[in-house]
């Protein structure tokens, strides 16, 4: 039981140091559409929004993990 409660404490940690590190993304890449493309920048936009993507994704596993994780020690308790 403490292994999964300590899951649960572990995997909502970091679903919500995911969805913090997703919104600065998302901010970054609605500030990066902003500016005109250079051949400095190149391709920018898109990386930035496959950054998002990838930590929202992460984000989102995380939390079904983590409430996995407390339905199954409140079942062993």
């Given at each position: 039981?403490?292994?999964?409660?300590?899951?649960?404490?572990?995997?909502?940690?970091?679903?919500?140091?995911?969805?913090?590190?997703?919104?600065?993304?998302?901010?970054?890449?609605?500030?990066?559409l902003?500016?005109?493309l250079?051949?400095?920048t190149?391709?920018?936009p898109?990386?930035?929004?496959?950054?998002?993507r990838y930590?929202h994704?992460?984000?989102?596993?995380?939390?079904?993990?983590?409430?996995?994780?407390?339905i199954?020690?409140?079942?062993?308790?």
């Amino acid at each position: 039981m403490n292994l999964a409660w300590d899951g649960a404490i572990l995997f909502g940690g970091l679903s919500v140091v995911a969805a913090m590190i997703a919104r600065r993304s998302w901010r970054d890449f609605k500030d990066a559409l902003k500016q005109p493309l250079t051949p400095e920048t190149g391709d920018m936009p898109y990386l930035r929004h496959w950054d998002f993507r990838y930590w929202h994704r992460i984000g989102l596993a995380a939390a079904a993990l983590s409430f996995l994780c407390l339905i199954l020690s409140l079942m062993l308790w």
